[in-house]
Structures are given as structure tokens and as C-alpha cells.
């Protein structure tokens, strides 16, 4: 995570959703901030509580995310973690998960 430092810890409830009619109810995988969603890379937010853009690391799943999507379930402090299809994300399930919110570090 060069570049980064820890910012805030939260605890989050986290679930999951692929681009799917049955969880996005559209299939063009189109995030809220104009981006692809990525497997291993995008998250959906509460931009109240976290805005997009920002960068998330879960040890639990091992990965650097980014916020760059939203839902309507999505409220308070719940992410939804993108997969590559719908048996993935129902697999998924509901988790209580630590993430670190990061920043970028100023050049030197």
C-alpha cells in the first residue's frame, strides 16, 4: 500500500453484488462514479460515510478497494463488495468485517 496511510478503522457490515438485473437491476456494470466495477477492486458506499474515490484496504479479504459505487441498501456503515457473477455474491453472504480507511501520503 506505498503511497498510503491509515486514515480511520471501521467496522462495517459487508455483503456483495455482481452486475446482475437482480442486484443492480441493469447489467452494464456501470459504477455510480462512471467506472467498470472490477472484481477485487470496487466497493459500494454510503458516500456520507464514505465518500467515493476513497480507498479501502480489508485484511479479511485480503485487497486495496475503492469506493466507486453506491446502493440503495447501501446505508450507514455497510459496503457491498463487487464479485464476478451472482453465485459468487450470494455465496458471499453477510460478514462483520475491519476496514482501514486510507489516504495518500504528501510527496517529499
Avoid: W
Amino acid at each position: 500500500m506505498s503511497g498510503y496511510q491509515f486514515k480511520d478503522i471501521l467496522s462495517v457490515k459487508a455483503t456483495a453484488y455482481d452486475a446482475c438485473e437482480l442486484c443492480c437491476g441493469k447489467t452494464d456494470g456501470i459504477t455510480k462514479s462512471g467506472r467498470l466495477a472490477r472484481v477485487n477492486h470496487t466497493i459500494a458506499v454510503d458516500p456520507d460515510i464514505i465518500p467515493l474515490g476513497t480507498k479501502i484496504f480489508i485484511p479479511q479479504l485480503g485487497h486495496l478497494y475503492t469506493a466507486e459505487d453506491i446502493g440503495g441498501k447501501i446505508k450507514g456503515k455497510t459496503i457491498d463488495v463487487y464479485m464476478a457473477d451472482h453465485e459468487q455474491a450470494i455465496n458471499f453472504g453477510v460478514k462483520e468485517l475491519t476496514i482501514y480507511i486510507l489516504e495518500e501520503t504528501g510527496s517529499i
